[in-house]
Structures are given as structure tokens and as C-alpha cells.
């Protein structure tokens, strides 16, 4: 399957170097080595920066970059249950004050990575939801059962844990190691973090390349905003996932 590519958002970001496979999700083998055609089915988990910049609508109007990504899983959901294909999309927002689990600050589940949740009216409905109505500047509240009350919107500062989050999707999609999966994370950051965090991010891009989980990026930026000089942050990230400690040995 090609990764998305929702209106609005760049392709995916392609790690450097042969043989690890590039963004669009069509390798033959999987980061650590699997084969992609062992398994029938695919759980793909949406991580989505929740930061004030990427609530924030675009000057010359439209849905903001926060928005476009919650509409992108939403999309998906809505073609796996049309196609019935048993495919599972799990959602989670990163950066907020609230959080749905006391060892992932700042991190607010919105769709669990577990078989239980197959996409269907109930969770598309739920997650379609959380999307701020045109002019909201904020997180949407009592949207999935009332959970979003205690999310308390984007936390202070401009540093999601973007490291904690990588290993909160890893350990979720655990649970359904027999699908491929994948993490698209969607961010308007070029280089969030101090180096101490960059560290921590690659180290959490090659635990999931060793669990055989694809990670891909999709920078989402608003209309008429540069393009991102990718390659100094995120190409290594994306390239550690691909190529695991070989990309260590390649730096």
C-alpha cells in the first residue's frame, strides 16, 4: 500500500541510503527484515502533534495542519470499512496537557491500536468528532465518550515528546504484531527537541525498524509557508527506521 498523501500535506519523508526501502511503503520487506507478504493485514498508527501551531488556521483560510491530519485518519478509516479489509487505524494525539496514561505525559489516546476497534460508524463518527470546527483555535472537548475533557489542550512550550510518543505506538502496536504496521507521524516542526531529545527519537526510530514497524513523517505546513529543510533533523530519523544500527554506522 502507498503511504497517504491527504490534500494539503507533502509525501512522506524517505530515509537516505539503499535497501531499507523509501516513504511510500511499497518494500518488499519491512524495517528489520520481514516480508511484507507474511501478513495479510495492517494496523497503521497515527501520531498527531497537538501544539498550538498546528491548531492554528492558515491566514488565507482552510483547515488547520492539526486538522488536515485528524481528517487523514478518518479518510483511512472510512476506506477500510468500505473495502472490510479487518485493517486497523489507531489515533493519538502528542504535545498535550492531559494525558490517558501516567507513563506517556502528554500524550492523549484517541483510537487504541487493538482489534476491538475495526473502523466502523461508532469509531469513525467518534474520531471525526475531535476535528475543531472552522474557527476553533482549540481542541474540541466531550467528543469520544467525554474523554477529550481532561485532555486540556496543547501543553506550554513548543517540544512535544515526540520520543515518548514513538515508544508509546511501538509498545501499542505490539499487541497486533501479526498485522504490518506502521507510525505516520504529522508534524509542522522542522527540528523540535534539544540534541538530548534527537538522540532519544533515533534510538526510538531503530527500536521500531528492530520490531520490524515502518515510521514515516509526513511535515504538514500551511499555505504559503517555506519549504522545510528536511535533511539536518528528519531524514536521519527517517533513515535510522529504515536502516537500523546500519544508519548509526553510516553517520
Same mark, same amino acid.
Given at each position: 500500500?502507498?503511504?497517504?498523501?491527504?490534500?494539503?500535506?507533502?509525501?512522506g519523508?524517505?530515509?537516505d541510503?539503499?535497501?531499507?526501502g523509501?516513504?511510500?511503503?511499497?518494500?518488499?520487506?519491512?524495517?528489520?527484515g520481514?516480508p511484507?507478504?507474511?501478513?495479510?493485514?495492517?494496523?497503521?498508527?497515527?501520531?498527531?502533534?497537538?501544539?498550538?501551531?498546528?491548531?492554528?488556521?492558515p491566514?488565507?483560510?482552510?483547515?488547520?495542519?492539526?486538522?488536515?491530519a @485528524?481528517?487523514?485518519?478518518?479518510?483511512?478509516?472510512?476506506?477500510?470499512?468500505?473495502?472490510?479489509?479487518?485493517? @486497523?487505524?489507531?489515533?493519538?494525539?502528542?504535545?498535550?496537557?492531559g494525558?490517558?496514561?501516567?507513563?506517556?505525559?502528554?500524550?492523549?489516546?484517541?483510537v487504541?491500536?487493538?482489534?476491538k476497534? @475495526?473502523p466502523g460508524?461508532?469509531?469513525?463518527?467518534?474520531?471525526?468528532?475531535?476535528?475543531?470546527e472552522p474557527?476553533?483555535?482549540?481542541?474540541?472537548?466531550?467528543a469520544?465518550?467525554?474523554?477529550?475533557?481532561?485532555?486540556?489542550?496543547?501543553?506550554?512550550?513548543?517540544?512535544p515528546?515526540?520520543a515518548?510518543?514513538?515508544?508509546?505506538?511501538?509498545?501499542?502496536l505490539?499487541?497486533?504484531?501479526?498485522?504490518?504496521?506502521?507510525?505516520?507521524?504529522?508534524?509542522?516542526?522542522?527540528?523540535?527537541?534539544?540534541?538530548?531529545a534527537?538522540?532519544?527519537?533515533?534510538?526510538k526510530?531503530?527500536?521500531l525498524?528492530?520490531g520490524?514497524?515502518?515510521?514515516?513523517?509526513? @511535515?504538514?505546513?500551511?499555505?504559503?509557508?517555506?519549504e522545510?529543510?528536511?535533511?539536518?533533523?528528519?531524514?536521519?530519523?527517517?533513515?535510522?527506521n529504515?536502516?537500523?544500527?546500519?544508519?548509526?554506522d553510516a553517520?
Amino acid at each position: 500500500r502507498a503511504c497517504i498523501r491527504p490534500p494539503g500535506l507533502g509525501g512522506g519523508v524517505r530515509g537516505d541510503g539503499g535497501g531499507g526501502g523509501g516513504g511510500d511503503g511499497t518494500a518488499s520487506a519491512l524495517p528489520g527484515g520481514r516480508p511484507r507478504d507474511q501478513l495479510s493485514k495492517e494496523c497503521t498508527q497515527f501520531l498527531v502533534d497537538a501544539s498550538a501551531s498546528m491548531l492554528a488556521e492558515p491566514l488565507s483560510g482552510g483547515p488547520s495542519p492539526f486538522s488536515t491530519a @485528524l481528517q487523514a485518519a478518518v479518510d483511512l478509516q472510512r476506506d477500510y470499512a468500505r473495502s472490510g479489509s479487518g485493517d @486497523l487505524v489507531a489515533v493519538a494525539l502528542v504535545g498535550t496537557e492531559g494525558c490517558t496514561n501516567q507513563n506517556f505525559p502528554g500524550i492523549w489516546e484517541l483510537v487504541p491500536a487493538q482489534k476491538k476497534y @475495526l473502523p466502523g460508524p461508532t469509531v469513525i463518527n467518534d474520531l471525526r468528532a475531535c476535528i475543531p470546527e472552522p474557527g476553533a483555535a482549540r481542541l474540541p472537548l466531550g467528543a469520544m465518550g467525554g474523554l477529550l475533557k481532561g485532555c486540556g489542550g496543547s501543553m506550554q512550550g513548543d517540544n512535544p515528546p515526540f520520543a515518548d510518543a514513538l515508544h508509546y505506538a511501538q509498545l501499542g502496536l505490539d499487541a497486533v504484531a501479526d498485522m504490518q504496521r506502521r507510525v505516520l507521524l504529522f508534524t509542522d516542526k522542522e527540528k523540535p527537541g534539544t540534541d538530548i531529545a534527537r538522540g532519544q527519537m533515533l534510538t526510538k526510530a531503530r527500536d521500531l525498524h528492530n520490531g520490524g514497524i515502518q515510521l514515516d513523517l509526513f @511535515l504538514v505546513r500551511p499555505d504559503g509557508a517555506r519549504e522545510a529543510d528536511l535533511a539536518a533533523f528528519w531524514r536521519p530519523l527517517i533513515a535510522a527506521n529504515r536502516l537500523g544500527d546500519a544508519a548509526a554506522d553510516a553517520e
